[in-house]
């Protein structure tokens, strides 16, 4: 069986990430569609690194929920699999879905990537390491430092540019590698089963990917609360959150 997944920010919601648009997403009053640009950023680094720190720590304490897990093991169960997430967040990863099978179209938060040149590196276990130190008692003093020096904001140690998120910002192109791994599976064949979860379906090519990928006859599968963009299009429609909704779908096609 071949599959494709399309999951958004309603699948990590239900870990406790607030969504974008949702009544939790604001951040000391800011709208964060109005943070997540690179306008914003060339007006305030300090106030937008700020705010990823924050979502990055969020982020890290979270831990992923039963649809995560439900795609994991439908991951780990088909050998043709792609799973394509709007989200930023690992919590697919942690779940147990492999780097070869999943696609984070608008990009990875533990990413921090030069504003000019290519160096990026990954951020998240450096921090986790701060964190632990801080745990298991450092003296005041240094636990202060740190934190002085987590707040600044961060320079690319090969250029001198300043460091940003590897995030795709509002107004910034996809990604070109991950556009491609995208259409590569969309070019091996049509799916016969296509599940779109968490998304509200927004931007254009959440529906175009869906359509493209069962254009000879496969199931779509909408998981969402409320109708969305995408709704005309399915073939079944599940009302319910993905949480609830994913491990019984998983259940019935690997059983």
Known sequence: MRVLVLTGAGVSAESGIPTFRGKDGYWRNLDPTKLATPEAFARDPQLVWDWYRERRQGIRIARPNAAHEAIA???????????????????????????????????????????????????????????????????????????????????????????????????????????????????????????????????????DWALRASRGGAEIIEVNPEETSLSRFATRLVREPAAIALPRIVNELIA
């Open 73 to 207: 093991r439908l991951a780990q169960r088909r050998d043709e699999f792609l799973l394509v997430t709007q989200n930023v967040d690992d919590l697919h990863a942690r779940a147990g879905v492999a780097a070869e099978n999943m696609v984070q179209i608008h990009g990875d938060i533990f990413v921090t990537r030069c504003s000019r040149c290519d160096f990026e590196r990954q951020d998240y276990e450096h921090e986790h390491e701060q964190e632990d130190q801080a745990v298991f008692g450092v003296r005041e003093h240094v636990r202060a430092l740190k934190a002085a020096t987590c707040r600044r904001t961060p320079k690319c140690p090969e250029c001198g540019a300043l460091m940003r998120p590897g995030v795709v910002w509002f107004g910034e192109q996809l990604p070109r590698n991950e556009l491609q791994r995208v259409e590569n599976f969309l070019d091996g064949g049509a799916c016969d089963l296509v599940i779109v979860a968490g998304t509200t379906a927004t931007f254009g090519y959440i529906i």
